[in-house]
């Protein structure tokens, strides 16, 4: 059985800001833009499109050295509003399963494609750079990859494909030379789905396996889109970790005197962390927000698929225990310069009656 059409995708997302301003990018982008929009097979409701849709620019072709070999993949960028830059490998399908497991084998975390990923994307930086709102210096990245299979050279069925292609397809999955346990086969093709019954979508938590003939999107931008919501996840539970830190710091540093007595101490660390808490209260709602997948059966499978392959909700709920933590904090550091200034007040109160003694003894005199 030879593989007709296909491709291979390897995704490189990156955190690059708080916000990209996508009019912006548009306009410094010119002709070469275009408005990503989900192409469905499947019958779905005409809502069912991302509420500020992300921009997408064709780059052509690059030539990147891998292990040995030079490899030809079109390059594709694509700006989500949330602040996130995803640039799409994309390499022609080989012409059998056992060559698409070699270059699984080679791509699946590849250092030297990270690398030269990262070069394209300081390459192409300065194109986007004016878009980017309060851009953010970070190496954060997510990858995935995506083997995606048209047509073979026979028409055959989703349950055939999984059945006489078992193995084959789970080692593609995991990137692994040697036949698998038929445990780890199971595991690795557990998240499968299937709408009609010639296609077939096999989800893992870096890569998935496609086979669609009519050659529809909508599952690798879903795909996309979560590897993107991981990415930002990833971002501000790191930064609330480090910003929780410094406030231990700071709660377990004692002031200078002067600096008790009128709370500043404590009101700046505060009002940063109350800032960094809407921050990220904003990017959970522009996430939410973004892509409603309410309406559409097929591509919310495959969105819960990738969900708990990628565990977001445990990082949701890790964000949002952390939300809380810091919000006990911020009472405690309100209360704390809520009593110094008390404190203050009655300290002010008690000088004054201490004054106006003697100057009654004096006057009454």
């Not at 070469?32 to 997408?56: C, K, M």
């Not at 309406?295 to 909700?313: C, V």
Request: with cysteine; proline share 4%; net charge negative.
């Amino acid at each position: 059985m030879r593989i007709l059409t296909g491709n291979i995708v390897a995704f490189h997302l990156y955190e690059v800001s708080d916000t990209i301003d996508l009019k912006l990018l548009q306009a410094s982008w010119g002709e070469n833009t275009t408005v990503s929009r989900l192409v469905s097979r499947r019958p779905s409701p005409e809502y069912l499109q991302f509420a500020n849709p992300p921009l997408v620019r064709e780059l052509g072709e690059v030539l990147l050295p891998l292990c040995g070999k030079d490899l030809v993949f079109t390059l594709k960028v694509k700006a989500f509003d949330f602040g996130v830059i995803s640039l799409a490998l994309s390499l022609k399908a080989p012409p059998t399963l056992e060559e698409m497991l070699e270059l699984s084998v080679l791509l699946s975390g590849s250092s030297s494609l990270e690398a030269s990923s990262r070069h394209l994307l300081e390459g192409i930086r300065p194109q986007f750079a004016p878009a980017l709102i309060k851009p953010h210096h970070t190496n954060l990245m997510e990858d995935y990859l995506v083997f995606y299979v048209q047509r073979f050279d026979e028409d055959i069925q989703a349950e055939q494909l999984l059945e006489e292609q078992r193995v084959m397809l789970a080692q593609i999955l995991r990137g692994e030379k040697k036949p698998l346990s038929r445990a780890e086969q199971s595991e690795a093709l557990r998240e499968v789905i299937s709408y009609y019954q010639d296609d077939l979508a096999i989800v893992n938590w870096n890569t998935s396996f496609i086979y669609d003939r009519e050659g529809s999107s909508e599952h690798i931008d879903v795909l996309e889109f979560a590897n993107s919501e991981l990415l930002e996840l990833r971002y501000y539970d790191g930064l609330m970790d480090r910003e929780m830190d410094r406030i231990y710091d700071t709660a377990q540093v004692i002031p200078h005197w002067w600096e008790f007595w009128r709370g500043g101490h404590f009101m700046l660390a505060s009002q940063k962390l109350m800032a960094l808490t809407v921050d990220v209260i904003e990017l959970r709602d522009q996430i939410e927000n973004a892509l409603k997948l309410t309406g559409d059966l097929y591509s919310a499978r495959i969105y819960r698929s990738i969900s708990r392959r990628l565990s977001l909700r445990e990082w949701e709920d890790s964000l949002d225990e952390k939300l809380k933590m810091a919000h006990q904090i911020y009472g405690m550091l309100i209360d704390q310069v809520n009593t110094s200034r008390a404190t203050i007040m009655e300290l002010i109160v008690i000088i004054l009656i201490a004054l106006e003694i003697p100057v009654f003894f004096i006057f009454s005199h």
